[in-house]
Nanobody, 120 residues
Framework: QVQLVESGGGLVQPGGSLRLSCVAS????????MGWYRQAPGKQRELVAR???????TVADSAQGRFTISRDNAKNMLYLQMNSLKPEDTAVYYC??????????????WGQGTQVTVSS
């Protein structure tokens, strides 16, 4: 009953920028940690960045200094600002959120993914 939908992916040249968005909807009482993950062809899914409900952020070493994660709790929105993009950033990016439903049942939901391609 909790759905996540990502948007903002696309094709960008090396050095360019993209801003990904994710909106959570459904029977939500509260959301704890939200995060962005990515999966490149032939590789395992990996954590890119995560952020707690209080705004404490963690960014993977590969994205340090280039990516910024943020959220808007009032809108149930999650963002990922990606700057100085590299070809190795090419992947499907997934939004994740955990929390409590209105019936107090915990949830851990994933979005459908959005493609980010960094290429000349």
């Amino acid at each position: 009953q909790v759905q996540l939908v990502e948007s903002g992916g696309g094709l960008v040249q090396p050095g360019g920028s993209l801003r990904l968005s994710c909106v959570a909807s459904g029977s939500i009482l509260s959301i704890g940690t939200m995060g962005w993950y990515r999966q490149a062809p032939g590789k395992q899914r990996e954590l890119v960045a995560r952020i707690t409900s209080g705004g404490r952020a963690t960014v993977a070493d590969s994205a340090q200094g280039r990516f910024t994660i943020s959220r808007d709790n009032a809108k149930n929105m999650l963002y990922l600002q990606m700057n100085s993009l590299k070809p190795e950033d090419t992947a499907v990016y997934y939004c994740n959120a955990e929390g409590l439903r209105r019936d107090y049942v915990p949830f851990n939901s994933w979005g459908q993914g959005t493609q980010v391609t960094v290429s000349s």
